[in-house]
């Protein structure tokens, strides 16, 4: 049923594009996006997987699966979105979806055109961390919290944002965290020790009591954080430490290579990042080392 839907949508995006009076070369490129897309999906979720219900959660997905596990560069990536965010706004303009679901996913930044950003040091990390803010107490434990979940647990920043209440497990053997992963039904399990325990800890002594509300981290107004807010928070206490180029990627590959220095077990950084394949981990820290 799905890859009946697929198809025809599919057909009715390239007659749209046609009818718009589009250059032939452009139509194909769109197409060929879509299908590559269409192809990701259907390995990804199943054989269910419908261009008629996409979320923001698996376009998402499908970005980090262009940057970490195909190594796409940046305009490469930046345009597979434009065109995602094309057939949406055509799928809301059918009356198909009531909004369009690669609205809000933020394009990659090259910093520069590096498409690699470098892990931070030990005194960057210091630094990130002890920058002053202007915020109010509460907001800044929160930045704080976040900041030491990137740093401590390689989190992808739409995992960050999605992470409820009940994720953060304190039961035997210890503090850990669930991450459901996408739209697989499998999730993995990360400790959490020392600094990034007592840092939630501190956050959720003064999260606020929103009734019906369970997503771990909330906005000032009492709603869940978006992609874009994370990665503004980063943004803001990395120029308030006096650092550039620092991003919720970079935290990660931050955490990647520590953890490999400190485990020499690149299983497990490939189990802790979510990686589905080994060889992705290979290059991902390899790409990192040599920075």
Excluded at 144 to 161: D, P, Q, S, W, Y
Excluded at 252 to 264: C, F, N
């Amino acid at each position: 049923m799905g890859q009946e839907t697929n198809s025809a949508l599919l057909a009715q995006f390239e007659e749209h594009l046609v009818l718009a009076q589009l250059a032939p070369s452009t139509v194909v490129n769109y197409l060929a996006d879509l299908r590559t897309f269409v192809r990701w999906g259907l390995n990804h979720a199943g054989p269910d997987f419908s261009l008629a219900t996409l979320t923001s959660d698996t376009i998402r997905a499908y970005r980090s699966h262009l940057l970490e596990d195909k190594h796409c560069a940046p305009a490469t990536v930046n345009r597979r979105l434009q065109t995602l965010r094309k057939f949406c706004a055509f799928t809301v303009k059918i009356g198909l979806m009531t909004s369009n679901p690669a609205e809000g996913i933020q394009l990659v930044q090259t910093d520069g055109g590096g498409a690699t950003p470098a892990p931070l040091t030990g005194k960057q990390i210091e630094a990130l961390l002890n920058a002053s803010s202007s915020e109010q107490p509460s907001l800044a434990r929160r930045d704080t919290a976040i900041l030491m979940l990137l740093l401590h647990t390689g989190l992808r920043v739409n995992e960050l944002v999605e992470l409820r209440l009940d994720d953060v497990q304190f039961d035997h053997p210890g503090v850990h965290l669930t991450v459901k992963d996408g739209g697989r039904g499998e999730a993995r399990n990360i400790p959490l020790e020392g600094e990034v325990r007592h840092a939630l800890y501190d956050y959720l002594s003064i999260r606020p009591g929103v009734e019906g509300e369970e997503h771990l981290f909330l906005s000032r107004e009492g709603r869940p954080l978006s992609t874009r807010s994370v990665q503004r928070i980063v943004s803001t206490r990395a120029r308030a430490a006096g650092l550039k180029g620092v991003s919720p990627q970079a935290l990660r590959r931050t955490y990647a290579s520590r953890l490999l220095a400190a485990t020499g077990d690149l299983a497990l950084v490939s189990k802790r990042l979510g990686h589905q394949r080994l060889t992705t981990t290979m290059r991902y820290v390899n790409e990192s080392a040599n920075r």
